[in-house]
């Protein structure tokens, strides 16, 4: 134990505080680019806040957990169900991201197949109905966090958003460049990884950062191949 | 496992995926500088053998797996000379990206690894001496007081890339997103981290400092003319719409008009001219334009002068005007009224 923490605790704790400082640091770099406008900039900051969120509800529940303080189990509680909310709905910015950014998708095609966005929504409803239900998880009276039946729904949902999103990039890029895809594939693997360690090993959770370095990835990848030249002073792009 | 021994190896697991995920990233990277991006790409291989090395390190303070007393110190000297080789590789980038000059790198690195050679030449004699660290007979790690040494002239390196970056602060001619002393505030963070607790996160600081220089080196790009390295007209577009929204204030603006074929050459002779509170942007194929934000006139003034002298100096042709903003014109008018006459 150190500070009353678990070893297991502490190292998330410590690994999420460094997400959070580093999404800190990337969005004060990325401040000039979010002031030109452009929707998928705008979507990309909103993806860093939500990492940001997710690394600080995961601290908030990892300092509650098995604790005995007064109100430890609400905190906990309250915290983890944030955290999967926030969770969902990185996954439903990430693919309206996803379609802005790579395959171009207008607003208003968007608007048409919203229907795609109804298994999040869902999701956060029922999540906010397992505070009572507890059907994906809960946390006892000794505040020990515990999956439930339905837990796996959690990462279903949040796996289909992630075909979701590869699906029409894939089809954009039509097998032409299929180097234009690697970027994609780098941004996945942080996420399953986090995904796969949080759903079976419940005592470190990598979600947080996994969701941290896909966003960062994501805007490494693709950042770089958008490169504004300006060469014999014409603006092109 | 002790909460340090886990807190270690899940940060530098933490740090090898963050590294692992931009050594991809950079190498498929369209970076204008290829000696640039093979200098960056050093340091995150670097690095991420520090991480590696230090989950094998955490192992055996752990005593998961058998080490025997050479195991342990040649282990210790791999780490020792890993932090030698990035202290000393960031050094060399830091230099690299000030004077973009492989002539300067090679004229000068001699001078810059001697210190860094020696001291790991010391590392590998340490193996059999044990005059800077030892291991007792339950492997536990030992430093004598001759450590020391090695920590100063590391601390000489990062204290050396600082006063030189201070030095040469003209020859960043993009200050506006990029500077690589961003680096140095999570790398600080960690080391006291390190120092204080038990916790070897080191490795995941250093890759949050290299992670946050990659994404200003890519933002950068966008807003960045290859030839020159003054701002692109897409900055000046930028520009326009701050000054327009009366967030940014100009005062007055010069036009530089080239003669000269070698661009690099002579964008140089401007570059060691300028002040820091202006914005220069390459506006046609042989143009420059400068636009400064301080009230007073006469910075700028000299500027133009100063310019035209090192021009003369050198032999090169240049064709300088010089607007100043009327009292009763916004920012945009005058902006406007400058780039209709080009």
Sequence with gaps: MYYGLTADNLATILVDGSVIFLLIGVIMVTGIMRKRGREDDRLFFLLLLMSIALAAFDIIAYLADERTFSGARIINLGAITAFYITFIVF?????????????????????????????????????????????????DEQDIYHHEKCYIVMFLVAAFYMVMTILPIARYH?????????????????????????????????TATGCAFSVLFTHMGSASEIVIRDVEGGESR | MSA???????????????????????????????????????????????????????????????????????????????????????????????????????????SYIILGVIISIMDVVNIFTEFLIYFDEDLVYHETSLYVVLDIIRLGYCVASLVLLERHKRHEKRMKFFSVRSFF????????LYYFTPFATVCLGIGIGLALIYVQMINEQCYQDMETGFYNRL???????????????????????????????????????????????????????????????????????????????????????????????TGAEFLDRFLEKI
Excluded at chain 1, 112 to 121: I, L, S
Aim: aromatic share 12%.
């Design chain 2, 235 to 329: 900055y000046l577009s930028y520009l326009r719409s701050q000054i327009k929204q009366e967030k940014v204030e100009v005062s007055s603006a010069i036009l530089f008009e080239l003669s000269s074929d070698d661009i690099e050459k002579v964008s140089e002779l401007i570059a060691a001219q300028l002040p820091q509170d202006c914005d220069t942007i390459r506006y046609g194929k042989k143009s420059i334009v400068t636009l400064a934000h301080v009230k007073d006139k006469s910075p700028l003034h000299m500027l133009a002068e100063d310019v035209k002298l090192s021009f003369e100096e050198a032999g090169e042709e240049i064709a300088v005007k010089y607007r100043l903003k009327k009292k009763k014109e």
């Design chain 1, 91 to 139: 996954f439903m910015v990430w693919l309206h991201y996803s379609l802005v950014r790579f395959t171009k998708t207008k607003k208003s095609e968007i608007k048409k197949h919203r229907g795609v966005f109804a298994p999040g929504m869902i999701m956060v409803l029922l999540l906010i109905v397992n505070l009572k239900s507890e059907w994906f998880f809960s946390v």
């Design chain 2, 4 to 110: 340090g021994g886990l807190v270690s190896i899940y940060s530098n697991v933490v740090s090898i995926l963050l590294l692992v995920g931009m050594i991809a990233l950079v190498q498929k990277a369209k970076i204008e500088d290829p000696v640039e991006k093979q200098i960056f790409l050093i340091l995150l291989w670097v690095d991420l053998w520090m991480s590696v090395f230090y989950i094998i390190v955490s192992i055996r303070d752990e005593k998961l797996l058998p080490f025997s007393h050479m195991g342990a110190l040649v282990l210790e000297t791999v780490i020792e000379i890993l932090i030698n080789a990035f202290v000393l590789g960031w050094f060399i980038y830091t230099d690299y990206r000030l004077f973009h000059s492989k002539d300067h790198l090679h004229r000068n690195v001699k």
């Design chain 2, 185 to 192: 505030i999570p790398m600080t963070i960690y080391i006291l």
């Design chain 1, 174 to 206: 039509d097998g032409s460049d299929k180097k234009a895809l690697i970027p994609i594939w780098i941004y996945i693997m942080p996420l399953v990884a986090g995904m796969l360690i949080h759903y079976y090993l419940g005592g470190i959770s990598f």
